[in-house]
């Protein structure tokens, strides 16, 4: 199974979805291949240090972040190879470049942050520009000369056929009140291990989350103090969502940017689901109508 998950920032991959990968880890060893693609240099996000320290500081917190982990990571470059200091603008380079990045990887499944429905929704920019990004090039993933200018093919030789992948949604904590799952992931077996991987991002969170004022933390003093913001921030999620409280859990929604999942499939290849909502009439409804159409 090949699993990329596209998202704006160093750190937003270990709040929503790195509790998956590593159940899908342990649950099929080798066999398992995950990427996480990151589209901006992180260089914006700060209070106190320059934009090149915090860049360069934010890349290794995320190695870090991903040798813990298991999974590879690449920060996604403008075909020029540019890096995108930031992904507010839904570019012809920002499409351009996921097209390739996705081509590139082949993954069954592609993992992206949600768009909100209600206008009401607080949003962050970055974040939905990504969103946006991939469900406009999610057609495009087979379309071998989408992007000519940018990335030029020979016309003499066949195209590869390139597989597109089912596209999910993951939860946005900046969409507060606007989210929705189908699938609820229970990852408290993994909790260690994300809570470790995501202390690797000690800028963001013992620096500029606490300063940014929109996450009503204090600054942890280390990593068992943490532990326990972080589980209250899992917490946030469940009331939310009507889950559970005392649950740690992913969870996904699932589109039809791209190929069409089925219920079956679903259930196949998500390790410890919780019921429901999975196999909800409104899900089984969505896919049988996705899947004629």
Known sequence: MRVLHVHAHFDDFEFCAAGTFELWRRQLGERFVGKIIVCTDGRSGHHFRSRAET?????????????LGGYAWEELRRPNGEPFAEARTLSTDLL?????????????????????????????????????????????????HAFLDDYPASDT??????????ILNTHDGYM?????????VDVGDAFDLIAAESWCHQSQ??????WVGRHNMDVP?????????????????????????ETIVDTFTVTAW?????????????????????????????LARWQVG
């Open 96 to 144: 351009a470049s996921l097209w390739q990045a996705i081509r590139a990887f082949e993954p069954d499944y592609l993992i992206c942050p949600p768009l909100p429905i209600d206008t009401l929704a607080g949003v962050h920019p970055d974040h939905i520009s990504v969103a946006e990004a991939v469900r406009r090039v999610a057609y495009m993933i087979n379309v071998p």
């Open 157 to 166: 030789a066949p195209a590869k056929w390139i597989k597109t992948p089912v």
């Open 258 to 286: 791209g190929s069409v999942a089925t219920a079956n499939s679903l259930r196949r290849d998500f390790p410890n689901l919780m019921n429901p909502p999975i196999g909800s009439p409104s899900l089984e409804t969505r």
């Open 55 to 67: 860049s360069a500081t934010r890349r290794r917190e995320q190695q870090a972040s991903a040798e």
């Open 205 to 210: 969170i013992c620096e500029w989350l606490p």
């Open 221 to 245: 003093g280390d990593l068992t103090a943490w532990k326990s913001t972080l589980r209250r921030r899992f917490e946030r999620k469940t009331v939310e969502l009507g889950l559970p409280a």
């Open 176 to 184: 507060s009140g606007a989210n929705a799952c189908d699938l609820v």
